[in-house]
């Protein structure tokens, strides 16, 4: 038979896949000798065979009759004894910790009979009628469901005709008849009086509460597996609700909030632990405790120090004072906010805790990106105008404008506010301090921008009604009307009208080189962290950058070198009429015209990023979007055709444009002609901008730079197109005199290259991994509509754990990369291997991609010192066989 209940004398804290981290450490505890209540624990085996069938598994409650006999045995006290009773708590306690989130049920044991017992031997009447109402309360509500509300009106009713003191023991009993009828109704019998009957519930209600609604939401948003299940901890009862000189309290061995060494945590006196979580009476400072009881105060800090020592980690503890005596009735490693952290880890390196490599393993790039991002001061806020998708962090304020250009002609703080964004937007995106959308979610355009600019952005905002015509914006009966202040919060999706006052980061300020290293201990964390981090990683970090400024920025911030510029973006706004001339040309002259007058500015381009990363690489994306991109809207331009014929004007340009879009229409145009196959079909297209690229290397040559380009072919599928392209290139490059070497490589971003890589290494110096569009082919999603769409239904049915557009789907998609890594560099040992999708700024992803054996990750500029963490965690990780982000 299957062993399913251990005593927490068999157990230590490397068991906690099995006895769940609770457990672990109450073992842990016992283990060294502190004072720990008898009991033990049911391991999350048992749970996940209980959830799998529905029905405990066999032989379960007779092992936890036996090991309830052994502590019987050691109190010399029995569960159901009507004289000297002993009670129990039964507690949850998974692998990872989820403070609130399942249950807990005190005082097991109480009933009619055993009440008078506890009262008799405890001398306290109105003790132990307090300890039953207790017990029905929290009984019925784990285990049956009734809600809380019922039983907390019935006791505030008797608070109120209660003395200073608090109910009495009459009341108290009379409370206990009022909750068995409560009770009673809501179950349709009695109050379960059998002891034994009442353990066997609620450790079947702590398994069940696994699946409760909380809980699951709660796994979803901190990635804890859905599979792994809960142990329950059975414990003896101890009682900190026995008088003044009893008491019940949260210890911290160092501040949770800032990661300052001291004394933190409240206590209660005369209470239970769930009374100090439940906030009904108010908690006194934990030093205090000196003055009420020095010696368990003495006790209690001997007990943190050798707990800190032994964890070598701030720990959260939770301890009870039964008339004087200290137990201690958990511990574990305490959470803490991002700040703490960082700061906490720095000072354990300081004490020789733990080594610098073990300090990168207790912060995380998703704690790095708290940091940077300004907040709102949210003291005496309002209520939110609305909510919708935090897709970009930040806190945001601005006057609302509705288009692009208002943006740009503003020349003060705007909050661009749109349906959805398209690339036309992008000006009035970087001129915004933030972007509000009512349709979209985290992978829209507008957030995918606004992640790699680095600016704040609310989109999904369903209850926003966006006119733009009248210029106002509407929620409910409430108007906002352009040139109205309001105030948008990236990371929660709040939106605000009116002004909410923002807080600087003094890590962004830092990060920036605003600040000194040594500014406050926060800052001073994160440079010694991310200095460690960036000596022991392997993986590079480059950025994606696209305009000299960005490029610049990337490289302050610690950026390598750009790993995806996106030379699309350099066609918008002026110079969309060049491109609608390239469009439209009759012929090839006009065709080569168009060419012409854009090449210098290409040119110009280049020059400025090649001048910004000197020294550094810049890999040059040729253009990769469908031409019509670059053209007005079918439906926009159909619909100014008809009015002016309507009219009976002459259409003019809106006529020959109308055509070459109908020409140029696809039914899906991400999967049509655009990147390599439009430089196949556009003669000159692809040779322009390589010629571009070559021409502003050998202007930076010229000037003493040290320029070091790198020309990238999108969406390659078989290697005879990149060798087409990489002729063409080569036989312009070689018209050109002082070019430095141009090496030219390929996105890998569809099925069918990743399958051939080894053939197509041979045409190829590097390969980038475009994650983007490498999930949306391998998955057959499209990116703009299905988050919108289901998978919002995926991540609630447990179908996704998190977006595969925001963490690397590293079965399917990361199974197609590592082949590729492996064949294309079984073919051209020296192959030079990168990512530059979205994926290569998420923390998660890019452990994998240093797992996989890549060369760099390239991320938008305000992620890179994320990167930089993370791929130093990593290197650490892979020495030491670890792979746990929480």
Known sequence: MPKYVYDFIEGDRSRADLLGGKGANLAEMTRLGLPVPPGFTISTDACRAFLATGSPPDGLFREVHAHLREVEARL????GDPHEPLLLAVRSGGRYSMPGMMETILDIGLNDTTVGGLAAHSGDERFAWDSYRRLIQMFGRTVHGIPAEEFELELEAVRATAGPG?????????????????FARHTGHDFPQAPHEQLFLAIRAVFESWHAERARIYRRQEHIPDDLGTAVNVMAMVFGNLGPDSGTGVAFTRDPATGAPGVYGDYLTDAQGEDVVAGIRNTIPLPELARIDPVSFRRL?????????????LCDIEFTIERGRLWMLQTRVGKRTAAAAFVIAAQLVDEGVITADEALTRVTGAQLAQLMFPAFD?????????????ASPGAAVGRVVFDSAAAVAAGEPVILVRR???????????????????????????????????????????AVRIDPQRGELAVGDRVVHAGDVISIDGTSGRIWLGEVPVQASPVARYLAGELSPQADPLVAAVHRLLGHADAVRKLGVR???????????????????????????????????????????????EREAALAALLPLQRTDFVGL?????????????????????LPPLVELTDRVARAEARGADPGRDATLLAAVRRMHETNPMLGLRGVRLGLVVPGLFAMQVRAVAEAAAERVRAGGDPRPEIMVPLVGDVRELAAVRAEAQSVLAGIDGV???????????????????????????????????????WAFSRDDVEGSFFGAYLEQGIFPASPFERLDTAGVGRLIRLAVAEGRAARPDLTVGVCGEHGGDPDSVAFFAQAGLDYVSCSPYRVPIARLAAGRAAVDADTGTSDSR
């Open 610 to 630: 090649l001048a910004a990363m000197d020294g550094l690489p810049v890999t040059i994306r040729l253009l990769d979007p469908p031409l019509h991109e670059f």
């Open 543 to 589: 950025a994606n950058a696209d305009t000299p400024a960005d490029a610049r920025r990337a490289r302050d911030l610690g950026a390598a070198g750009i790993g995806l510029c996106r030379t699309e973006h350099m066609f918008l706004g002026e110079r969309r009429e060049l491109v609608e001339r390239l469009i439209l040309a009759d012929g090839p002259a």
């Open 378 to 390: 949210l003291t005496g806020a309002p209520e939110p105008l609305a909510v919708g998708v935090g």
């Open 76 to 79: 010399d006290r029995r569960l």
């Open 166 to 182: 608090g109910p009495d023991a009459g009341q108290l009993r009379d409370l206990v008849d009022t909750y068995k009828k409560i």
């Open 301 to 313: 800090r001997e007990i943190m120090a050798t707990l800190e020592r032994h964890y070598r980690d």
């Open 420 to 462: 959805e964004t398209n690339p036309d937007d992008l000006p009035g995106m970087i001129a915004a301090a933030g972007v509000l959308t009512s349709r979209g979610g985290k992978t829209s355009h507008a957030a995918v921008v606004a992640r790699g600019m680095g600016r704040t952005c609310v989109c999904g905002a369903e």
């Open 740 to 778: 430095p070497e141009i090496p030219i490589g390929t996105m890998i971003e569809v099925p069918r290259a990743a399958l051939t890589a080894g053939e197509i290494a041979a045409e190829a110096r590097f390969f980038s991994f475009g994650t983007n569009d490498l999930t949306q082919t391998t």
